[in-house]
């Protein structure tokens, strides 16, 4: 199954092109700072790029999980699970913290699956969507 062999990799400038491709809003800029800082990683499928995910410390100094996007062909097969476990583990702080839109039902659900809390709601970042926040207490 091709969630057993789901890695990550830091992502340099020459994976920018490949992190903007599987981006839906292709938001070049974003990616190219979060490349540039050291936070953006590859998921890797043994040498395939799959996706790819941006984490740091920049919530409060706790891990912070901005983004996981996964290609439209591999999702429903657990990468997601997969990546977010790899990252739980890589993070190191007790709590890691992550958000998503109301109306992202399957990150919604993963989170729920991987006993994520949910901390809040932050309305007014998009319109009619609001934000929802969760963390991970790790241990």
């Known amino acids: 199954m091709i969630k057993n062999n789901i ?8 994976d920018l092109e490949v992190v903007v491709e599987i981006d839906e809003l292709k938001r070049i800029m974003q990616w190219e700072e979060a490349i540039e800082k050291n ?14 995910t941006v984490f740091n410390y920049s919530f409060f100094g706790h891990g912070w999980l901005s983004i996981i996007e996964i290609k439209e062909s591999f999702r429903k097969q657990g990468i997601g699970e997969k990546a977010v476990s790899l990252i739980i583990k890589m993070c190191k702080t007790e709590k890691l913290f992550t958000s998503t839109n109301q109306s992202n039902g399957p ?13 809040g ?9 609001p934000e929802m926040f969760y963390y991970k207490q790790k241990g």
């Open 121 to 129: 709601t932050l309305d007014g970042l998009d319109e009619n969507d």
């Open 39 to 52: 936070n953006c990683y590859l998921i890797l499928s043994g040498e395939e790029v799959i996706g790819f």
């Open 107 to 119: 990150m919604r659900s993963l989170l729920i699956k991987m006993s994520f809390t949910h901390s």
């Open 7 to 14: 890695n990550l990799k830091l992502a340099t400038k020459i």
